[in-house]
C-alpha cells in the first residue's frame, strides 16, 4: 500500500465514518436506544408496534425501460444485440418483476426506490454489478447463483440476515448502513472470490464468521464491536478498519494474519499501551492509526509504540523520523540490560 493510498484512506474515512455520536443519517443508530425507547413504551403500557405500513404497488413501466436501458452489446452468440446496462433510481419501486425477461443485462441499478423483493434479479444470470442502495430489503433472499456477478451494493436498506448469499465470483460486497447484529448466517464457503467487503454502520458486536480467507480489505467501523475472533481466518487481508467501535483490549489478532499492512482502530477504547504488544504478532504492519483512545494521552505515546512494534513506519498521520528510530531501539537495548541484570541479581 502506497504512502498516498494510506492519506486517501484516510481522508475518505474521515468523511464517511463520523463519530456514533453525531448526526450522520447514513449510520443505523445505536441499538441500545432503541432499547431504551421499548422499555419506556413497556413502562407506560404502550400498545404493540402496528404492523409495517404497506407499500403502494409501483412496478417497473415501458417509459420507465425506455429511459434507463443503455449500452448495446453483440450478445453471446454474436448475431444479435441487446441493452445491457439498466438504471432506474429514485422512482419508489417495489416491482421489478418484468426486468426478468432482460436476461441480457450486466450492469444493473435500482438505487434510490423502495424494494422489498429483489427475487427478479435472480433470471439475470449474465449480470456483472448490482446496486440496490437505500432500498427497503431486510434479506438477500432471492438473489439467487447470480454466476458472474463481481460487484454488489445493496447499502443503506435494513438487511439483518445474509443467509442465502452465494455469489462464487463476487469480488466487492457493500452492506454500509444496515442493521446487521451479526454475519454468522454468511456462508463464506460460497463467496470465495470476496476480497472488499464493506460492514461500517451496522450493529455488529463482534467479528466472528467471517471465515473469508481470500479477503483484501475488511471495512468494520461505527459498529459496537467489543470483541475480535475469527481474524486467523483472514490470512491474506492487507487493511483493516476498526474505526469508532468499543473495544477496549487488543485480543484475538494472529500470526497467520501475514499480509496486514493498516490498522485503524481509532476512536475505540484503548486504555493502556501495554496492549500495543498485542500487535507483535503481524510482521507486514506498517500503519496503525491509533489516536482517539484514551492510551493517546499517556506520556511518551509514540515512543512507547515504536519500542513495541519497530518495524511500524506510520503512528496516526506522522511517519516516524530516524532519531525516533534510534531512540527506540536504545530505549528497549537499556530495558533488556536492565532486566537481564535484575534476573542475574535474584
Do not use: W
Not at 252 to 270: C, D, H, T
Amino acid at each position: 500500500m502506497s504512502d498516498a493510498e494510506d492519506e486517501v484512506l484516510e481522508e475518505e474515512e474521515q468523511e464517511t465514518e463520523e463519530p456514533q455520536s453525531g448526526a450522520n443519517p447514513d449510520v443505523t443508530l445505536d441499538p441500545d436506544d432503541n432499547e431504551e425507547e421499548e422499555k419506556d413504551k413497556e413502562e407506560e403500557g404502550a400498545e404493540e408496534p402496528e404492523p409495517e405500513e404497506e407499500l403502494p404497488h409501483v412496478p417497473i413501466t415501458e417509459e420507465m425501460l425506455k429511459e434507463g436501458l443503455s449500452l448495446l452489446c453483440k450478445t453471446g452468440n454474436g448475431l444479435a444485440h441487446a441493452f445491457v446496462k439498466l438504471e432506474i433510481k429514485e422512482k419508489e419501486l417495489t416491482d421489478i418483476s418484468p426486468v426478468q425477461s432482460f436476461i441480457h443485462l450486466r450492469y444493473v441499478d435500482f438505487s434510490q426506490n423502495a424494494l422489498r423483493d429483489i427475487s427478479p434479479v435472480a433470471a439475470l444470470t449474465h449480470l456483472l454489478s448490482l446496486r440496490l442502495d437505500q432500498n427497503q430489503l431486510l434479506n438477500v433472499a432471492g438473489l439467487g447463483e447470480l454466476p458472474y456477478l463481481q460487484i454488489a451494493s445493496l447499502a443503506q436498506n435494513r438487511i439483518q440476515t445474509l443467509q442465502g448469499l452465494a455469489l462464487p465470483r463476487l469480488e466487492s460486497l457493500n452492506l454500509i448502513g444496515n442493521e446487521l447484529r451479526t454475519v454468522d448466517s454468511l456462508d463464506c464457503s460460497k463467496l470465495c472470490s470476496l476480497h472488499t467487503l464493506e460492514l461500517r454502520g451496522n450493529q455488529l458486536q463482534s467479528t466472528a464468521g467471517l471465515n473469508l480467507p481470500n479477503l483484501r480489505e475488511l471495512y468494520l467501523a461505527q459498529n459496537n464491536i467489543k470483541s475480535l475472533e475469527g481474524l486467523e481466518y483472514l490470512v491474506h487481508l492487507t487493511s483493516l478498519h476498526l474505526r469508532d467501535n468499543q473495544l477496549e483490549i487488543l485480543d484475538g489478532f494472529s500470526e497467520k494474519m501475514q499480509a496486514l499492512q493498516y490498522l485503524n482502530i481509532r476512536g475505540n477504547l484503548v486504555s493502556n499501551l501495554l496492549e500495543i504488544p498485542k500487535l507483535q504478532c503481524l510482521p507486514m504492519l506498517r500503519a496503525l492509526v491509533l489516536r482517539e483512545n484514551p492510551c493517546d494521552e499517556e506520556e511518551g505515546y509514540r515512543m512507547e509504540v515504536l519500542i513495541a512494534l519497530p518495524n511500524l513506519q506510520r503512528l496516526d498521520k506522522e511517519f516516524f523520523e530516524e532519531e525516533e528510530r534510534m531512540e527506540a531501539a536504545e530505549t528497549l537495548k537499556t530495558r533488556l540490560e536492565e532486566k537481564m541484570e535484575e534476573s542475574m541479581t535474584e
